[in-house]
Every structure is written in structure tokens, then in C-alpha cells.
């Protein structure tokens, strides 16, 4: 069963922080993984998109990484702001489909 | 370059009545894909467009439906509402050759059931 799992469901860190967020999937045969940030009541904005190929791809201060091998995808928020407080949703496509798979993201708070 | 719109952005029913809900893509995106979200299930994946023909289908009930008009406009429809129908419904667009290109997402309708 094609599923895309994260970790942590939330997270709480001071401004300034770093942080890492994680994302398994088990879809298969995998086209593309994308990383996106929800404003809470908004639509979810686009940070990154990497194909199989790619194992690194950064956005500012947003890196993602993609281990194909693992089926495990990280995003790492470097010097986070109060305006990284957000949900981040991990979504996975499958080769030859148009349907996309998503996580149930991570709420990340962060603090003053 | 505008981006994408739904409308209404707010829409409250009741129980057994139909909704229509509205999304203009990005001028010159072929490709409608539309999304349920509510805080217990996260995104699901109902259905996409793509120059007017229905490209992929998620796993809801027939309840549901969609289409999509020659200038890529699209149009869901859910008939028969029920509460659990309460969520916040999300567009994407992108121009929809292939399946890793970007996808852009409006802010799209609450829709509140009672």
C-alpha cells in the first residue's frame, strides 16, 4: 500500500534553532517527492520537488534530502524564523500515475 | 501572473444539500487536481484534470464529482452532503505534461456542513 509517513507530528523550537523533519514512504514505483509549507488556513506552498536522481535540493533556508535507497526524505530548516511557524507536508507521486500520496505533516512552532 | 482561484472561500450547508465549488487555474495550466483536507485524515487526493478529460481518481465515494471546461476551469461537485463533508477543499494547478512539474494550490473553500 502506497503511504508517506512523518515525524514529528509537531515540533516546538526556540527562533534561531535548527530543525530537522522527516518523511518514509513506501510508494512505489516513485516518480517525485515534494516538500510543501501550510499557513494555517491557507494552501500549502511549494519548497521543493526532487526526482529520483536528486538527493540534495535547498530553497533559502530550507534543504531537503531524498535517500531513494531508504525510501526516507528529510527537510532541514536552518536558522528558523517565527514565520517557519507552519505545517510541512511531505507528498510522493508514483511513476506513470498523476495521484499524489500525502503525509499528515508536521507542525512546527517556533518560539520567540 | 495571477495565481490560483477558488471561490467561494467560505461556504456553509446543510445536510442533503449539493455544493458546487469553483477553481480558476494559472493561465495556461492545463492540469486541475482537487484536494480534501480535514485535521484528521490530512490531504486526500479526489481527483484530476486535465484537458477535460478526468486523468486520475481518488478514493471517494461518487458522491463526489468534477469536470473540468475548455479553458481549464474546473468545477466540483459533492450531491448529498453529510457532516463528515466538512473540510477545507484545496485546487492545484500546474500545466500538467508530466507528473514532476509544480503544482501551484489556491487557498481554498471551507465548507462547513450542518
Not at chain 2, 20 to 46: A, D, E, K
Request: contains cysteine.
Amino acid at each position: 500500500k502506497n503511504q508517506v509517513e512523518q515525524s514529528p507530528q509537531s515540533l516546538i523550537i526556540l527562533e534561531g534553532k535548527n530543525c530537522t523533519l522527516q518523511c518514509n514512504y513506501t510508494v512505489s514505483p516513485f516518480s517525485n517527492l515534494r516538500w510543501y509549507k501550510q499557513d494555517t488556513g491557507r494552501g500549502p506552498v511549494s519548497l521543493t520537488i526532487m526526482t529520483f536522481s536528486e538527493n540534495t535540493k535547498s530553497n533559502g533556508r530550507y534543504t531537503a534530502t531524498l535517500d531513494a535507497d531508504t525510501k526516507q526524505s528529510s527537510l532541514h530548516i536552518t536558522a528558523s524564523q517565527l514565520s517557519d511557524s507552519a505545517s510541512y507536508i511531505c507528498v510522493v507521486s508514483a511513476e506513470g500515475t498523476y495521484k499524489y500520496i500525502f503525509g499528515t505533516g508536521t507542525r512546527l512552532k517556533v518560539l520567540a | 501572473k495571477a495565481g490560483v482561484t477558488q471561490t467561494p472561500r467560505y461556504l456553509i450547508k446543510t445536510r442533503g444539500q449539493q455544493v458546487t465549488l469553483s477553481c480558476s487555474p494559472i493561465s495556461g495550466h492545463r492540469s486541475v487536481s482537487w484536494y480534501q483536507q480535514t485535521p484528521g485524515q490530512g490531504l486526500q487526493f479526489l481527483f484530476e484534470y486535465f484537458s477535460e478529460t478526468q486523468r486520475n481518481k481518488g478514493n471517494f465515494p461518487g458522491r463526489f464529482s468534477g469536470r473540468q471546461f475548455s479553458n481549464s476551469r474546473s468545477e466540483m461537485n459533492v450531491s448529498t452532503l453529510e457532516l463528515g463533508d466538512s473540510a477545507l477543499y484545496l485546487c492545484a494547478s500546474s500545466p500538467g505534461e508530466q507528473s514532476n512539474t509544480e503544482a501551484f494550490f489556491g487557498q481554498g473553500t471551507r465548507l462547513t456542513v450542518v
